[in-house]
C-alpha cells in the first residue's frame, strides 16, 4: 500500500485545489518537487566526452602494457643468443693439427730406442678466433704416467722447451713484425714437447686444451723401431 505522505503529494501535485482544502503548505510541496526533479536529472547516463576519456585511458594503460612485454622478450632473446654463441665458442675447437706429427730422438732403429721429443703444427681452425699461447695448457699421457707440461716463462717466439716441457720453436706465415704468442688467422705455430722418452710399441695421448674453446687430443703410438725422426700417421 503506498505511504500516506506519497499519496498526500501525489494529490497535491494532480488537484491543486486539494492543496487549499486540504490546508497542506505549498512550500513543501515545492521543495518535494525540487527533490524529485533533481533525481530525475542525476540519472543520465554517459555523455561522448566520458566515454572518450574511458576509452582513451583503456589505450594506455593497453600500450603501456604491450611495452613491457615487449621489452622482456627482446631481453630474453638477447640473453638466449649470447648464451647459444657462448656453448657454441666453448664447445667448438679453435685449434687444428696442420700436418703429419714426429717423434725424434737420437735412436738408430732398435726397439729399446725412445721417442723423446713430439713434434706438430699448429694453426686456427676455419672461423676460429686468435688464441693466446701464454694460456694453452698442454697434458702428456700414456699408461702409466700423466703430466702437465711447463711451458717455461718465453713471452715471444721462437723457444725451445724445456725438460719435460713444450716450446714453440719455429713458426710461419705471421704478420710482419709479429712474435707474440697470440697465434692468429694463416699462422702457424711448430710445437715441441719434451716427454722424457717414450718406449717402442707404446700408445700416448697429447691433449691441447686453450683458455677458450674446446681441448683436442692427439692419440700416436710409437713404432716398433725407434729412429732418429718417426713419422707417427
Known amino acids: 500500500m503506498p505511504h500516506p505522505e506519497f499519496k498526500q503529494n501525489y494529490l497535491c501535485y494532480k488537484n491543486p485545489s486539494y492543496v487549499r482544502e486540504a490546508g497542506i503548505d505549498q512550500r513543501l510541496l515545492i521543495h518535494e518537487g525540487e527533490v524529485m526533479s533533481s533525481y530525475k536529472h542525476k540519472d543520465e547516463g554517459f555523455t561522448g566526452l566520458e566515454a572518450a576519456i574511458v576509452l582513451i585511458a583503456f589505450v594506455v594503460v593497453a600500450a603501456v602494457f604491450s ?88 713471452t715471444t717466439v721462437p723457444f725451445e722447451p724445456v725438460s719435460n716441457g713444450w716450446g714453440i720453436p719455429n713458426y710461419h706465415n705471421s704478420p710482419a713484425g709479429s712474435n707474440s704468442l697470440l697465434l692468429q688467422p694463416n699462422e702457424q705455430f711448430d710445437i715441441s714437447c719434451d716427454v722424457g722418452g717414450i718406449p717402442a710399441n707404446s700408445q700416448f695421448t697429447i691433449e691441447v686444451r686453450p683458455a677458450v674453446g674446446a681441448a683436442f687430443s692427439i692419440v700416436k703410438t710409437i713404432p716398433a723401431g725407434v729412429y732418429a725422426v718417426n713419422n707417427l700417421n
Not at 73 to 85: D, E, I, N
Not at 107 to 123: E, H, L, P
Request: glycine content about 14%; hydrophobic content about 40%; proline content about 2%.
Open 67 to 154: 611495452y613491457v612485454v615487449l621489452g622482456a622478450g627482446f631481453f630474453t632473446t638477447q640473453k638466449a643468443q649470447q648464451t647459444v654463441y657462448s656453448a657454441v665458442g666453448q664447445a667448438s675447437s679453435t685449434l687444428e693439427v696442420m700436418g703429419n706429427v714426429y717423434g725424434t730422438g737420437s735412436g738408430s732403429g732398435s726397439a729399446t730406442d725412445t721417442v723423446q721429443f713430439i713434434n706438430f703444427s699448429v694453426g686456427l681452425a676455419p672461423g676460429g678466433t686468435p688464441v693466446d699461447f701464454s694460456k694453452v695448457v698442454i697434458v702428456f699421457s700414456n699408461s702409466t704416467v700423466s703430466e702437465t707440461l711447463i711451458n717455461g716463462t718465453s
